[in-house]
Every structure is written in C-alpha cells, then in structure tokens.
C-alpha cells in the first residue's frame, strides 16, 4: 500500500530518479501530496459550505448561543495528526537517516571526493592515484590556476587532480563527498540524485550517495520529454542557495559513467598532469 500511493510522486513532475535512495524520497512526496489533497479537498468544502450557510443562504436572524456540538472537526483533526505521525515514522525520519546520519564504511570501493564551493563555481579534487587528498594552504589559492590550494609539494598532493564545474564519477559506486565553501553559504544540488547539502564557509559536510544510471542512459531516456527539449546536456551540479548576483550561472557538470570509462578518464587526467609537470622541468 505505501508503495502503491506513494507512486503518485512519480506523476508530479520531479526529475528522473537516478539514485538509490531517490526511490523513497518520491514515495514520501507522494504521500505528502495525498494529505495536501485530503486537506484541500476538506478544506475546500467546508468553505463552500460555510459561504452558503452563512452567507447565501443565511436564514439566522439571531445569534446561535450554543454553537456547534458535534465533534467531527475534533476527529479530523486527530485524524490529519495520525496521518502526519505516519509520515514522520514511516518516512521523514528513516529518510534523514538514510542520507543524512547513517555515513557508509570508507573502503577501497568508495569514491572520496572533495567539492569546494565558491562564487561563482565548483571546485572539484580528486585524491589521485593513491587514493589519499594533499595538503591545501590558503596561501597557494590562485584562481587561475590553484583555485582550492592545493600543495603540489605535500606528501600525498603531487598526483592529486582538481578540475572546474566537471564531476565524473563510476555508476553503481558508492560516493562520498566532502563539501565545504571559500566564501558564502552555498547550497550543492543534483537533482536527479536527490541530493541537495548546504555548504558552509568553516564546515565539511559529508555527503553520499550511489548512482544508477550513466549520463548517457540519462540522456536516453529524457529523449522527447520537457527536459530534453531544454537540451540538458547531462547531469547538472546548480546551486540552490541565492549567493551573490550571478548565482544563476553557477552551475557544473556530473559525468556518470562505467568504472572502466572512469578509471580511463583518472588515467587520462594524470598523464595531462605527468605533460605539465614535464613542460615546468623544461
């Protein structure tokens, strides 16, 4: 039965689920659209019938001293308080455990990334083949080119990759982020994802989840839809927080694709960092 209302979280509009978790996430919404229904279904006649009784048809030349005796109104609103204590228990509170509180086991399969906010873009690091961050120093923030500090020179820090508005991760991984802001409050969204985490300037806030579907799946299956006609090019990182004057531009890209695709594109990125590091010897 949960499953079967909750389906109406499906016809709602939201974007394509592309996560593990997204599936109870909609199943919750769809159920909090139900009570909204009931309430303004209830709501909506008892207006009309106050209007008409009181008003169109008002017949009442004195003031009614006894009021009204029945309980009705009582028992609605204890059935509208069980039906949101449902919610809670149900799904509110298993949900915010889910992708709030209960963080995964860090192993070798995990994908650790670091995402840094900033107006207006995403810093994205990487930890490298090792599989562990370098250091960062405020000292080395250039824009241009070192954008979150990254020591080169640090222990763990030479082979470390940092890119701008363009996540890639493996589908079907499970993924951490570390999320954390150079400047003001922003807000890291992936919609399709279900994912949507505060950044806050001082904090790293993990964030996880799994991915199911690769971009290119994606993109098949919003061929001919509404999203399609906006030519999304893919999976889009936005930030939900208004955090300056161009807020609206602030937006990245998530590549989503097969471990062998993403272990080819690390590959890719440490020999771009191997030329560089050559072009500086030269």
């Not at 709030?100 to 192993?107: C, E, S």
Request: proline content about 3%; some cysteine.
């Amino acid at each position: 039965m949960i499953e079967f209302f909750g389906k109406l979280g499906e016809h709602l509009g939201f974007p394509i689920n592309a996560s593990e978790h997204g599936l109870i996430i909609d199943h919750m919404n769809g159920w909090i659209h139900w009570l909204m229904l009931i309430l303004f279904i209830g709501w909506g006649i008892f207006f009309i019938y106050t209007l008409y009784k009181f008003g169109l048809n008002n017949k009442n030349e004195k003031a009614d001293y006894e009021g009204v005796k029945s309980h009705y109104s009582t028992y609605a609103e204890y059935g509208v308080i069980l039906f949101e204590v449902f919610l809670l228990i149900a799904f509110a509170m298993p949900v915010w455990s889910m992708v709030k509180t209960n963080l995964p086991d860090i192993d070798n399969d995990t994908i650790e990334i670091r995402v840094i906010a900033q107006q207006f873009a995403w810093n994205i690091h990487y930890p490298g083949a090792d599989g562990k961050f370098g250091k960062t120093n405020i000292d080395l923030v250039d824009e241009e080119s070192n954008p979150v500090g990254l020591d080169r020179e640090s222990v763990n820090g030479a082979d470390d990759i940092v890119k701008v508005n363009q996540m890639h991760i493996p589908v079907n991984k499970d993924i951490m982020i570390y999320l954390s802001s150079k400047d003001v409050i922003h807000s890291f969204s992936l919609p399709e994802m279900r994912v949507k985490q505060d950044a806050i300037p001082g904090l790293t806030i993990p964030v996880f989840f799994r991915a199911t579907l690769t971009s290119d799946d994606f993109l098949k299956k919003i061929v001919g839809t509404k999203r399609d006609e906006l030519d999304q090019k893919g999976y889009e990182i936005a930030c939900a927080q208004l955090c300056g004057n161009s807020h609206y531009r602030m937006k990245g890209y998530m590549t989503v694709e097969t471990m062998e695709e993403y272990e080819s594109w690390l590959e890719e990125q440490a020999e771009y960092l191997e030329a560089e590091d050559d072009d500086d010897d030269w």
